[in-house]
């Protein structure tokens, strides 16, 4: 599935800026050691009485020109929790682009396959006349099909939990949350609780830069910049949640969309085989026909009576 090989690049990228969280942590500019500068001036072949910035921690050394300078946010307390908001948006990012790429991808099997059985905001697509002439130049009815649909599907955003359970359920699946449950290990009612906390704090960090709400009562709790308080573990758990849960969708997806295929190449079968019978009927019947009409003209003209004459 294609909306599952983009979800998972996305995720990557989410886990590589929790990754640079963890690198940068607790880093402290320190005082260079003389052999070290030295060395390092060697390595960037600097002169030997070049400048250095200085700064490590207890899982990496950090050295830098002076005309590169090391960024303050990284040296400050909390300065480097940009990471954290960040992967909290891309990891939100790519779960909401999974579910809404894997309907439109699919969405045309559905159809094919539910007809009018499919679900209520299939069968009220609405064309406007704009759409219409827009499709008018696709000969094939299908294309004509898909470009309506994905007219009517424009990648949208998720509000909640809910909003995913709805799109499981345009894709025909049913008991969704409890599957997911199933599959992830943890309780439905934890995994709807996390999905819906990063889509929250998503939504803060890209409508309020993640200030916190002044007229919240008990007041939100604040970090040394004033923004709310974040931390890698809240963070990568929940992106490792959203990932987990893509990846029981998209086998949850993948198997109900191989029924649906199946169903399909059944139908179509079957409607080879009545095709086949009917001009095989079809042929049957000219032949005989033909038998009849050679038999008629091979048989000898009729005398007629003496008395008629």
Not at 177 to 187: F, Y
Not at 262 to 268: K, W
Request: hydrophobic letters at 40%.
């Amino acid at each position: 599935m294609r909306a599952y090989d983009l979800a998972i690049q996305n995720f990557s990228v989410a886990e590589h800026l929790l990754q640079l969280h963890e690198l940068f942590r607790d880093l402290r500019e320190d005082k260079i050691d003389e052999p070290l500068r030295l060395a390092v001036c060697k390595c960037l072949a600097l002169p030997n009485e070049s400048i250095l910035r200085h700064a490590r921690n207890d899982q990496m050394v950090l050295v830098a020109k002076a005309t590169a300078p090391i960024p303050h946010s990284l040296l400050v307390a909390d300065g480097i929790n940009f990471l954290l908001r960040q992967a909290v948006v891309v990891a939100c990012t790519a779960l909401e682009s999974f579910f809404w790429d894997a309907l439109r991808e699919n969405v045309l099997t559905i159809i094919r396959a539910r007809r009018r059985g499919a679900d209520e905001s299939i069968r009220i697509l609405s064309l406007t006349l704009d759409d219409y002439l827009y499709i008018e130049g696709y000969k094939d009815p299908d294309d004509r099909l898909r470009q309506i649909i994905l007219k009517n599907f424009e990648r949208g955003t998720l509000y909640d939990a809910s909003s995913i359970e709805r799109i499981a359920s345009i894709l025909t699946v049913k008991d969704f949350w409890k599957q997911i449950s199933k599959k992830c290990g943890l309780p439905d009612g934890d995994l709807k609780r996390q999905i819906g906390e990063l889509i929250t704090r998503r939504n803060q960090v890209s409508h309020r830069a993640d200030r916190p709400d002044e007229s919240a009562n008990p007041p939100e709790e604040q970090d040394g910049h004033g923004l709310r308080s974040i931390s890698y573990a809240w963070a990568n758990t929940r992106v490792a949640t959203a990932k987990n849960v893509v990846a029981a969708s998209a086998e949850i997806f993948g198997a109900t969309l191989k029924q649906l295929d199946l169903q399909l190449t059944q139908e179509e079968e079957q409607k080879l085989a009545h095709k086949t019978i009917r001009s095989m009927s079809d042929l049957d019947i000219e032949i005989r026909n033909q038998e009849r009409e050679q038999k008629a003209a091979a048989a000898p003209p009729s005398k007629t009576p003496e008395g008629l004459k």
